[in-house]
């Protein structure tokens, strides 16, 4: 995932179980003494991290000190807007100069926003980096307000004017952001009516930093002791580690624990999510769009057929899924299968162990198929100080990449040796921040920005290229079965769940928008429903899984999550495009990576060999899927 969403929804990126020592006490003459308990696997704090596992954000700012010099000057350039106000129809000289200039300044915001986000998500305790990104939030409001003008000036003009406009050579440049402003006339208010939705913006963005700070600041799931008897603080980051041990006990007792601490929270929790979707809602009906729907997929020129054949799609293919459900019970001996039975792997046996520099050497071994270049960039970054590398206290869940036009594309990872999954998270994230990379490589600052709908593609071809190359090493059939059961597990969290959260995302909107209250109650039976179709008649629902809900941070982001089971279909088609083909193949696809923006997203993947318009891709994804669900029924 990379700045766009700052966390993997599936958690399958998620740390693993940390080994410790237990102490014995000196038996006496009289009698043994019991034994201590094994000591609280503490997570460390931030200072105590070594340097050379944490990022170098030397690329944005020296320091602290830098950045708020640079901060302030950026402010003050605000009121350089008002030398264009109302005069953009003068000329098109007026019109590229204010263009110039706003890009300018969104330039520096980029700089500046980064540095503040990477700084809060290092430790989200430290109330310095929560004002330095409140800060930066605020003036980010006020630079919006100062050039809200700019659209519906440009908007106001004529026709004809516009139509000269576009043909001026002053303008060059800005032709493709000019035509896109216009497309969006029939959604841009006056100026008065634009200034005052930028004045909001802050105000927006409340419900989503209150669900950040609940969740990553405030909550506490308390310790569970792991299947070696160790006792672990149980944290976001840790969670998943526990669900994929090989005690069910273990499992049980960590999803309970888990769950339990959003149950006490439900009613805030489900405070905040409907008040994201009411602001999505007012939105698309202050900017006269149908939905909210249409509102998020108008930009991406994406249309409702899309997003409705994903889900239609998927809803074909459940079979599969039920049967791979009722594969994974009959192979671990179970009587009933519950969620906390799908994460750990059928075959415990091969769980497997990498370092750091040894994931980073299997990574560069599986993307050979990129090419040299690629792979000598992605080396040196992983390798380097790119990555925020391991957990510390108050450091953001999840893993993601934070690429900006004048830094390096950083990656924060909460990376555990233990876990296989966390390769393939820093592969994804590898992904990402390869494309951005690229875009700010070859494209000018107004077009550098790829848009979130391509950025998972990017990511999810490396996971593709790492799970054909291990597979492609598996030397027994146990090995091989191992392989197939992650990539099983693999489709199933990014492909199906994500289109599961898509759906509830629909709905939920749909709620809102036919007047119907979205109460705890209402957001719990939606997602119950939805859990049953997905997860099928024979699969067991625990009631702390309705308030999974409440837990995904995308949702504060609406109808982000589609864009992951989109991303990965078209990246399986890709990556066997680009491994069975040749230097043509290998080219199209880079020239995706380089293109940002300067084309509409489905046209930037219709150039690198797919066509995300029809249901092929998704179709052929999950007929592999099926296909795996079978030989892995075969193996074990």
């Not at 953009?88 to 204010?98: D, F, G, Q, T, V």
């Not at 809803?315 to 049967?323: C, D, M, Q, S």
Request: glycine letters at 6%.
């Amino acid at each position: 995932m990379d700045r766009r969403d700052f966390l993997r929804v599936t958690g399958l990126g998620a740390a693993a179980t940390v080994a410790g020592r237990a102490t014995m006490s000196t038996p006496t003459a009289a009698a043994a003494a019991p034994p201590e308990p094994p000591p609280v696997k503490k997570i460390p704090a931030r200072s105590e991290v070594a340097v050379a596992d944490t990022w170098d954000l030397s690329r944005l700012y020296p320091n602290d000190s830098a950045w708020e010099e640079a901060f302030t000057a950026w402010t003050r350039q605000f009121k350089g807007y008002s030398a264009f106000q109302g005069k953009l129809a003068e000329s098109p000289k007026m019109l590229a100069e204010c263009l110039r200039y706003d890009l300018d300044i969104s330039r520096t915001a980029d700089r500046l926003g980064h540095y503040a986000m990477l700084k809060t998500a290092e430790d989200q305790t430290n109330d310095e980096y929560q004002k330095m990104m409140g800060q930066f939030i605020q003036a980010a409001s006020h630079a919006g307000q100062a050039s809200s003008f700019i659209r519906p000036e440009i908007l106001a003009m004529p026709q004809s004017k516009l139509d000269e406009y576009l043909e001026a050579p002053e303008l060059a440049p800005y032709k493709l952001l000019l035509t896109r402003i216009v497309r969006f006339k029939p959604h841009t208010l006056g100026e008065k009516e634009e200034r005052l939705l930028a004045m909001q913006a802050e105000m927006a963005g409340a419900s989503s930093r209150i669900f950040r700070q609940l969740q990553d600041a405030d909550m506490k799931f308390g310790t569970v002791a792991n299947e070696k008897g160790q006792t672990i603080e149980l944290t976001h980051s840790n969670f998943m580690a526990f669900q994929t041990s090989p005690d069910r006990k273990v499992r049980e007792e960590s999803f309970n624990k888990y769950y339990a601490e959003y149950e006490s929270l439900e009613h805030t929790l489900a405070a905040t999510l409907n008040s994201t979707v009411q602001k999505d809602v007012y939105y698309a009906n202050a900017r006269n769009y149908p939905t909210a729907l249409d509102s998020a997929l108008f930009p991406d020129n994406v249309s409702v057929t899309v997003y409705d054949n994903l889900i239609d799609t998927i809803h074909k293919f459940l079979p599969a899924v039920y049967e791979y459900f009722d594969v994974r019970r009959r192979k671990m001996g179970l009587k009933d299968i519950h969620y906390y039975d799908c994460y750990v792997p059928i075959l415990t046996n091969l769980r497997k162990r990498h370092t750091w520099d040894q994931a980073v050497e299997v990574i560069i071994n599986a993307l050979q198929p990129l090419g040299s270049d690629y792979c000598a960039v992605l080396e040196n970054g992983l390798r380097g100080r790119w990555c925020d590398r391991y957990e510390n206290r108050g450091k953001q869940s999840g893993a993601f990449s934070a690429g900006s036009f004048d830094g390096d594309p950083y990656i924060l990872i909460n990376f555990k040796p233990d876990v296989l999954d966390d390769v393939f998270t820093l592969a994804h994230e590898g992904g990402h921040s390869m494309h951005s990379y690229y875009s700010a490589k070859t494209q000018p600052y107004a077009y550098y920005d790829y848009v979130i709908f391509v950025a998972e593609v990017a990511s999810t071809v490396n996971e593709t290229l790492l799970s054909n190359y291990l597979l492609g090493k598996a030397e027994t059939k146990e090995e091989r079965a191992y392989l197939l059961n992650r990539e099983i597990d693999a489709i199933r969290c990014t492909i199906v769940r994500q289109t599961m959260f898509a759906e509830f995302e629909k709905l939920v909107h749909a709620s809102v928008e036919s007047n119907e209250p979205l109460t705890l109650d209402r957001i719990k039976g939606i997602y119950h429903g939805l859990l049953k179709l997905y997860f099928g008649p024979e699969f067991t629902l625990d009631p702390g899984l309705d308030l999974e809900c409440l837990r995904i941070p995308h949702f504060y982001r609406a109808f982000y999550v589609y864009k992951y089971a989109t991303g990965l279909s078209a990246a399986m088609a890709l990556a066997d495009r680009v491994t069975n083909g040749g230097q043509q193949e290998l080219k199209d696809y880079l020239g995706f990576l380089c293109g940002g923006c300067s084309q509409d997203p489905l046209d930037l993947l219709r150039g690198a060999g797919v066509d995300m318009a029809k249901p092929a891709a998704i179709e052929k994804a999950m007929q592999r899927f099926a296909q795996n669900v079978k030989e892995l029924d075969s193996l074990i």
